[in-house]
Nanobody, 112 residues
Framework: QVQLVGTGGGLVQNGGSLRLSCTASRSLLKMGWYRQAPEKERELVATDTIAGSTEYGVSVAGRFTISRDNDRKTVYLQMNSLKPEDTAVYYC?????????WGQGTEVTVVS
């Protein structure tokens, strides 16, 4: 059984920054973040594999950066130049051996 705990959400002004953190109970082949805004589908934010490959959603590319600790159990999402459109619940995500894992979600609100 794998548990994911994501933290770091909050209220921030337009153009500001936040850093999200997610820690898994064990190392996973892939970790990252998805987000879901009200009345919208969940979408990819960023993922990182143990091999070091990363993937970013088109709406956050160039503004967000994902990184992982050496123990491969903690990932960070540095979010810069935040926009009101980034307001959503951000879910930590993990994948290992054909199984998906999800954290509890942390709320990010960006105001003008």
């Amino acid at each position: 059984q794998v548990q994911l705990v994501g933290t770091g959400g909050g209220l921030v002004q337009n153009g500001g920054s936040l850093r999200l953190s997610c820690t898994a109970s064990r190392s996973l082949l892939k970790m990252g973040w998805y987000r879901q805004a009200p009345e919208k589908e969940r979408e990819l934010v960023a993922t990182d594999t143990i091999a070091g490959s990363t993937e970013y959603g088109v709406s956050v590319a160039g503004r967000f950066t994902i990184s992982r600790d050496n123990d491969r159990k903690t990932v960070y999402l540095q979010m810069n130049s935040l926009k009101p459109e980034d307001t959503a619940v951000y879910y930590c995500y993990g994948h290992h051996l054909w199984v998906d894992y999800w954290g509890q979600g942390t709320e990010v609100t960006v105001v003008s």
